[in-house]
């Protein structure tokens, strides 16, 4: 009976070691096709599950331990992206400068004034605003008049009037805002910047947002702004803030890490996941990730950053539908 119980132990463990081999293997092929890097951002979720798993099949199965040591070593592989931003930041303290606050959110529908009564309450410099309709950026602009300035991406109309691009990114700003450009690759993707007037010289404000990795155009528009963006010279007053449609452990990721030596501002706080996944529109429980970043340049320092859901002002539920991104909100202090 023991023996039936180690040989059913065994088959399952070998399930196992095989399940996180051919998940690795699928995640290392990433530069070859979005299969890999769409599969990365669960990278966290199995790389936690394989440890749990090798470690306990190490000390039941030891006539597997060597199988379940190599999943081990696969499990650090798929966390060691994640686990960087634990280590202490390596940007140089800013002592001395203008604190600026950047709230980045995607706008939810239901109920509309709800965050615009958040927003309204936020001691906030910048507001960027990702998912907003026209009908979106017409209110947020009749409500958010602590920003008077703002500007916001194209949102293509066809002959109807119905929106051709379903939503785009509007910015407010507290700050007069200088030298503005505006590139939509396509839906969903989308370049901005802008010169942000301050105390000293002007700090360069930069938005993203890209779609996931997909098949067909949807990869290629997202492949033509990722080159777009390794192609531009980067500063040391640059502010980033970008919905990268992929978690940190993506190859997006070190990518855009390394435009210009950027620092991710939650680099020596930690991860803060800020989507919840979903498939076929069911929530996955316990399956979250960070999609949604501020990286910094040389002389932006980083004072806090943190995330946090919406609550409806009318019932007690969170605002975080559709996409389910949370609130980051990040205060940054720039040499003068």
């Not at 800013?94 to 615009?116: A, F, H, K």
């Not at 370049?191 to 930069?206: D, K, N, S, T, Y």
């Not at 919406?310 to 007690?316: H, K, L, Q, S």
Request: hydrophobic share 45%; proline share 5%; glycine share 8%.
């Amino acid at each position: 009976m023991r023996e039936r119980i180690t040989q059913a132990g065994e088959s399952i463990g070998s399930s196992v070691i095989w399940s996180v081999a051919l998940f690795s293997l699928l995640v290392f092929s990433a530069p070859l096709t979005w299969v890999g890097e769409s599969l990365a951002d669960l990278r966290w979720h199995v790389g936690i599950a394989a440890i749990v798993l090798s470690v306990t099949g190490m000390v039941l199965l030891p006539r597997k331990r060597v199988a379940f040591f190599c999943t081990l070593c696969l499990a650090i592989y798929n966390l060691f992206p994640a686990l960087r931003v634990f280590l202490p930041s390596t940007a140089s303290d800013v002592l001395v400068g203008t604190e600026v606050t950047v709230i980045q959110v995607r706008w939810e529908n239901d109920p509309t004034d709800s965050l615009e009564a958040k927003l309204n309450t936020e001691l906030a410099d910048l507001a960027v605003i990702t998912g907003v309709d026209s009908e979106a950026i017409k209110s947020l602009r009749e409500s958010l008049l602590n920003w008077p300035h703002s500007f916001s991406s194209p949102i293509v109309e066809n002959e109807e009037g119905s929106d051709v691009h379903n939503f785009g990114t509007v910015v407010f700003s507290k700050h007069s805002l200088d030298d503005l450009e505006i590139i939509s690759f396509a839906e969903n993707t989308i370049f901005m910047e802008a010169q942000i007037a301050i105390e000293g010289p002007p700090v360069h404000l930069r938005v993203v947002s890209l779609p996931p990795p997909g098949p067909g155009d949807l990869q290629e528009d997202r492949e033509a702004l990722l080159q777009d963006l390794e192609k531009r010279s980067w500063d040391l007053r640059t502010i980033l803030a970008i919905d990268l449609g992929a978690s940190d452990t993506s190859m997006a990721y070190d990518r855009v890490r390394d435009l210009g030596g950027l620092i991710d501002a939650r680099q020596g706080i930690g991860r803060q996941a800020t989507f919840k996944a979903s498939f076929g529109g069911f929530a996955l429980p316990g399956v979250s990730m960070p999609r949604d970043f501020t990286f910094v340049g040389g002389e932006v320092g980083v004072l806090d950053r943190f995330s946090e859901s919406v609550i409806a002002t009318d019932r007690e539920r969170p605002l975080s539908r559709g996409n389910r991104h949370s609130v980051i909100t990040t205060r940054l202090r720039v040499v003068n």
